[in-house]
């Protein structure tokens, strides 16, 4: 299998360096998606989301039924045996089914909305990533033969085999892990280029551990839920169930794993988590005080004052748990803007060291596909800003929905929207430098007005060349380089 992997790793490399020849030309040498009033972000972080929570709980199940099976055998105990069986009817239905469906999901999602991003993870990762897909199947393979032979086979074979399959699982997030949080991360991979540098970067480790307890406490609720859907008395079920809110106590160690995580963040992006962003702010705290409910109730409740559960309040937990994990990867996913892939990729596919060049050449001189509305605008100028917009900004961005960048703009005059779009990186920290010359800026400026406006039939041709010549010192003034790493000016024109 192992080969067969290397073999196919092999094969995507190839695949890879065709696809970065191909971005060499331009952003836009792949078609860009456009899903009309959803952001893109909200696209890929639905299922990513409902995804990590499947795998964390996969991986932490893994762990849970082990244990139980331990104990099954040691302590001859009938109803942790039966536990079991049930568990892992939901274990199975869950993760694997519902579990490899958001997986490939999350491929046909990230690969529509950033291919560029896909494809730099696997041209620097392919071997990191054959070995995790390894793993998964391993998992997948255990998985199977405890559905299909587990009824039949003794104690010790089913507890080795629940201990290969919570190794393969765990393999698999760690392996995973090292790519993830490279994208935030990458170290001294930036210089180096080397694989190890990347793979243990700076954030893994905090990462893996916080991922860890998170698999962990998912496992313990999510038995909770099972065990108060068996037929037993009730004092029989609160033994079980005491025995899997005890998956929970690592959680005291989230408190710290959080600070060191946040620690080996880039100062900006800490800065956005810590208040600099209010949405980023108050995912972040959703996902705190979510985890500090499910803690408090679990130690203070259940351990300490042997309160019991019902099926109502292990769903509640277990909903909290998916609204913490939720909040956590939208701040995690947040805090890399306005990277894909830090320092490497900006989020609109457009690398750092090209933006000089796109401010001579343009952004869309090598844009082939048509624009989907391409007749409904009324000059050539606003048709290259609807180009413009959607190379450099629909990634974050719509025109009538989440993030619309039309309302945005709407109360800004016209000298205030040329400046701010002209100094993006420094009108917000989490937007990239605009890459484009003056007449790409102007285009955009028009097209968003023009829309404003309710889409006249006619529209003026903005092209004097003094204008021009001041879009070019404003964009001369903002730099080419990211808004956190030029000195930090606050935009002019606005506060
Ligand atoms: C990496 C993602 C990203 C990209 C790319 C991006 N933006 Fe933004 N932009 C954001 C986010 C996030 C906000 C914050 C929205 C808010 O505050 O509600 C924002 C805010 C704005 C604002 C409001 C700023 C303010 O001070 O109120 C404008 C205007 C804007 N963007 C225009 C653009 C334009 C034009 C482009 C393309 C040239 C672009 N953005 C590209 C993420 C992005």
């Given amino acids: 299998m192992v080969v067969a992997f290397g073999l196919f790793a092999w094969h995507r490399r190839e695949v890879t360096a065709g696809a970065l020849v191909l971005h060499m030309n331009g952003p836009t040498a792949y078609p860009i998606q456009d899903f009309g009033p959803v952001m893109k972000g909200m696209v890929i972080g639905g299922m990513g989301i409902v995804h990590v929570f499947l795998a964390q709980f996969a991986i932490g199940g893994g762990v849970l039924m082990s244990y139980f099976e331990w104990r099954s055998a040691r302590h001859q105990d009938a109803d942790a045996r039966l536990f079991l069986d049930g568990f892992f009817k939901v274990l199975v239905l869950a993760s694997f089914v519902l579990g490899a469906m958001t997986g490939v999901g999350m491929w046909l999602t990230s690969i529509q909305i950033s291919p560029q991003t896909i494809g730099q993870m696997v041209a620097t990762f392919h071997w990191v990533w054959a070995i995790e897909w390894t793993f998964f199947c391993v998992e ?78 998912t496992a313990g609720l999510g038995a909770a ?39 080996t963040m880039p100062e900006d992006s800490r800065e956005w988590v810590l208040g600099g962003s209010p949405a980023m702010n108050l995912f972040f705290i959703a996902a705190v005080g979510a985890s500090l409910l499910i803690a408090l109730y679990a130690m203070v409740g259940l ?67 048509p624009l989907r509305d391409g007749e409904s605008y009324p000059t050539k100028q606003l048709a290259l800003g609807a180009r413009v917009y959607r190379a450099q900004c629909s990634v974050c961005h719509t025109l009538s929905g989440a993030n619309n960048v039309i309302e945005l703009t709407k109360s800004w005059d ?17 937007m990239p430098p605009f890459a484009g010359p003056p007449s790409e800026l102007e285009a955009l400026v028009q097209m968003l007005r023009w829309r404003a406006a309710h889409k006249p039939k006619h529209w003026p041709v903005s092209d004097d060349p003094a204008v021009m010549r001041d879009l070019q010192r404003m964009l001369d003034e903002a730099t080419t380089l990211p808004g956190s790493l030029s000195q930090r000016r606050p935009p002019m024109g606005k506060r």
């Fill in 414 to 430: 016209l000298d205030q929207q040329r400046l701010n779009i002209a100094k993006l990186q420094h009108t917000k920290g989490f």
């Fill in 225 to 263: 839920v099972v065990i108060d859907t068996m037929s037993l008395s009730r004092e029989r079920r609160h033994t079980l169930l005491r025995s899997a809110i005890r998956f929970l106590t690592p959680m005291v160690l989230m408190p710290v794993l959080a600070i060191w995580y946040l620690w």
């Fill in 303 to 369: 351990l300490y004052k042997r309160l019991y559960m019902n099926g109502a309040t292990a769903l509640l937990l277990l909903a909290l748990a998916f609204g913490a994990s939720a909040g956590g990867e939208f701040v995690r996913e947040g805090a890399r803007k306005p990277f894909s892939i830090r320092q490497v990729l900006y989020s609109n596919a457009i690398r750092p060291d090209a933006v000089a060049r796109m401010r001579r050449e343009g952004s869309v001189a090598n844009d082939p596909y």
């Fill in 140 to 217: 997948v393979c255990c998985g199977y033969v405890f559905y299909r032979y587990g009824a039949k086979l003794g104690h010790p074979d089913r507890l080795r085999l629940l201990v290969l399959y919570s190794l393969a699982s765990y393999g698999s997030l760690f392996w995973i892990n090292g790519i993830l949080s490279w994208q935030l991360t990458p170290g001294d991979w930036i210089l180096s280029r080397s694989l190890w540098d990347g793979f243990f970067n700076p954030s893994f480790w905090p990462s893996l551990l916080f991922r860890t307890v998170a698999c962990l406490a």
